[in-house]
């Protein structure tokens, strides 16, 4: 089938060809009748001089014809044939959309046909007695289209006129305006001849098709040609698909702020406006935030953005001000903020990313089932067989988790993360996983997908523990358990039966673990930390706390932010050297300290995420902080059956070990930690590997010994019986 625009074309074309040799025909007979000048273009004779400065100024370089009528009577039946095209003409819709008058038509047409055909550019040099000259000039435009209207047609090459925007002149230093070449634009030049938008900014492109906007409001739609969309929020991913889902079914074309040069915003703007009118889509602008001074972006911007007929989208990670209002068009301006997705949200959104990869992995089975091929064997098997015997089963892998069967509900209550991360989530198992996706490669998708420059700022805990590792009394792991079920059930209690709306501050989860040195406090935040599937970063006070007033609250600032979007449980060890009690203000240094501490109160409260604290002396800490927190658990000091269990940990190594080492008397006659018993452990099998690689109570005793005394602790003789009993 022929496109209309190549009919157009040719016949627009022709007509141009008749117009070209109808001025050729003109320059060769006023050259004829110059007998005097024998290098046309390089001589100018007394009477060509007098010829420019006759009225009306400027005058026609080159009278008509004695005889144009053939000239006419082609020109005459081409435009009979123009206008019985019928419609669907790519050039007819540019002529349309950008209300071309004829001249502006002409003009664009000759700029085409120079781009399109180097013998064009050949005439064009003949016209101006100039063939390096291969783009037609302002000049020679008027000469061919308007040569008894110059003056006034040469508004119409103005910067906001409508040509304009679809034509590029490229400057040509010390010449006049009349004398600058003419260019059509790269955009404008595909898209005529291909009818496919091919852009050489890379700050433009198509915004493609995404799910459903989770995170829209049901009122927001568009309900006027001249609505303008603020949408507001640091998921960009979210609102681009809010973006187009208030678009539909228009396509929609985006401008990428963070790609342009400072200084360039009006030009990409301009680009945008009448590109999104050349492929009738709606425009919309991301990262608008980058062109922002002062909170407001440059007088320039937004005049051409108002006067736009089309709905428009702004899109900005910070709330911004639109200045001097009045002096803009009229327009309904829409302010929509974007948060991040809840839990359900995102549960939702994961559902439909994942179900595009399911129907894609079954769809590839049944083809593979159909061929009669084991997927896990590399030679064929007969159908029959693959689908029968025990054979099969072990030799062929399993069917793929539906959707359905992954716990997502409890991938999405412990990550906070944009819409473009779950996104990536998505893409990253799917990329990576050949077989049937599970609930724990969601997990270590999204810890991988959280902002990892927490690490920056913290020192990782590995999470190398279990729930048999930890060796508490019955209450303590109790209330352990609680707090975990707290972090899980965190979105259904403040989410699903609004709690979250009025009852609590915010969604942050605060523990304090309490407890000598050695009972296990990092080892139940680890643990916990291992059940949520969250990273643990331990804070190093080194880093946090400086002599330098003001400077600890920026070092925390920066760890809560950071740790806002890691999804990971934060662990104040000696919690209570910055989160101490506020003291009567006697100097200065009093008032500081006191306006950190109640810094630290506020920010607390205001953190989204699981943070923990331990401490030696719960009894420094500032009331305030206690009533902020959620739980308070005690490490108690272990008795001696919690000793016992500690040191039959040794039975769970590869130590070689004699029959008896007299474990319970050990638990029995020393009051230690956990922590203590697990260095004399660890010291004692050195001791082991370096005389004899048998481990003895000898080797135990004395490793208990180097421990008491480490702690400075007495030693009698009667502990020491114990070797010879």
Not at 276 to 288: D, E, G, M, N, V
Not at 574 to 589: L, M, P, Q, S, T
Request: net charge negative; glycine share 4%.
């Amino acid at each position: 089938m022929t496109d209309p625009t190549h009919t157009h074309l040719q016949l627009a074309l022709a007509r141009l060809d008749v117009v070209l040799q109808r001025q050729i025909a003109r320059q060769a007979a006023h050259w004829a009748q110059e007998e005097a000048n024998q290098w046309p273009g390089l001589y100018l004779s007394p009477p060509q001089a007098m010829v420019l400065l006759q009225r009306p100024f400027p005058a026609t370089p080159f009278p008509p014809l004695d005889d144009e009528q053939p000239y006419h009577t082609a020109i005459q039946q081409l435009d009979n044939q123009l206008a019985a095209l019928p419609p669907g003409s790519r050039l007819a819709d540019l002529h349309a959309t950008f209300t071309l008058d004829p001249f502006d038509q002409a003009v664009l047409l000759l700029c085409f046909a120079a781009a399109y055909d180097s013998r064009y550019a050949k005439v064009i040099g003949f016209l101006h007695d100039d063939l390096t000259q291969k783009r037609p000039s302002i000049a020679l435009t008027l000469d061919l289209f308007a040569p008894d209207d110059r003056l006034a047609r040469l508004a119409q090459f103005q910067p906001a006129a409508p040509l304009r925007q679809l034509l590029h002149l490229p400057p040509l230093e010390n010449a006049p305006l009349t004398a600058q070449p003419l260019q059509l634009d790269e955009t404008i030049f595909h898209w005529l001849l291909h009818g496919r938008y091919q852009t050489p900014h890379p700050y433009l492109s198509p915004l493609p098709p995404r799910p459903p906007a989770l995170l829209l409001p049901a009122t927001a739609q568009v309900t006027a040609a001249n609505q303008l969309f603020l949408l507001t929020g640091e998921d960009d991913w979210g609102m681009q698909t809010a973006v187009s889902h208030l678009a539909h079914p228009h396509p929609v074309l985006m401008l990428d702020l963070a790609l342009v040069e400072d200084g360039g915003w009006e030009t990409a703007v301009t680009h945008l406006l009448r590109d999104a009118q050349l492929t009738h889509s709606l425009p919309a602008i991301a990262h608008w935030e980058r062109c922002l001074s002062d909170n407001a972006p440059p007088a320039s911007l937004l005049p051409p953005v108002f006067a736009h007929p089309t709905p428009l989208f702004i899109l900005s990670r910070t709330p911004w001000r639109i200045t001097s209002p009045a002096t803009l068009p009229p327009r309904p301006i829409h302010h929509l903020p974007i948060p991040l997705p809840d839990a359900a949200q995102a549960e939702q959104l994961l559902t439909a990313l994942l179900a595009v990869h399911q129907t894609e992995q079954n769809g590839t089975r049944t083809n593979a089932d159909e061929r009669g091929f084991n997927r896990n064997a590399s030679h064929p098997m007969p159908k029959n067989q693959a689908q029968s015997g025990e054979s099969a089963s072990q030799n062929s892998s399993p069917a793929p988790k539906t959707v359905s069967e992954l716990d997502l509900a409890a991938v999405t209550s412990r990550f906070r993360l944009s819409s473009g991360q779950w996104r990536d989530v998505a893409r990253t198992v799917q990329s990576e996983t050949d077989g049937p996706i599970t609930t724990a490669a969601l997990f270590e998708a999204a810890r991988r997908h959280s902002n990892p420059r927490l690490g920056e700022l913290a020192r990782k805990v590995p999470l190398r523990h279990g729930w048999d590792d930890l060796i508490l009394p019955d209450d303590q792991r109790t209330a352990l358990r609680e707090l975990l079920e707290m972090v899980r059930q965190r979105p259904f209690v403040l989410d699903t039966w609004q709690l979250g709306h009025k009852m609590v501050a915010s969604r942050g989860i605060t523990a304090l673990f309490s407890g000598p040195p050695g009972t296990g406090k990092t080892m139940a935040a680890a643990i916990i930390s291992r059940e949520l599937g969250l990273d643990l970063y331990k804070i190093d006070l080194s880093t946090v706390v400086s002599k330098y007033i003001g400077e600890t609250e920026k070092n925390l600032e920066r760890i809560f932010r950071e740790a806002e979007t890691s999804n990971a449980v934060l662990f104040f060890d000696e919690a209570d050297a910055i989160f101490g009690k506020r003291a009567e203000v006697r100097d200065a240094h009093d008032r500081y300290a006191n306006i950190e501490v109640s810094y630290l109160l506020q920010r607390m409260e205001a953190y989204d995420g699981v943070a923990i604290l331990a401490t030696n002396l719960k009894t420094n800490l500032d009331e305030a902080f206690l009533r902020r927190l959620h739980a308070i658990i005690h490490f108690p000091m272990p008795q001696p059956r919690e000793r016992l269990q500690l040191w039959e940990m040794v039975r769970q190594t590869a130590v070689p070990q004699a029959e008896n080492l007299h474990l319970p008397r050990f638990a029995e006659r020393f009051e230690l930690a956990g922590g203590n018993i697990r260095n004399i452990i660890v010291q004692a099998a050195y001791l082991a590997a370096s005389n004899g690689q048998l481990l003895t109570t000898h080797h135990l005793l004395h490793a208990t010994r180097r421990e008491l005394q480490k702690m400075g602790r007495l030693v009698s003789e009667g502990d020491w019986r114990l070797e010879m009993e």
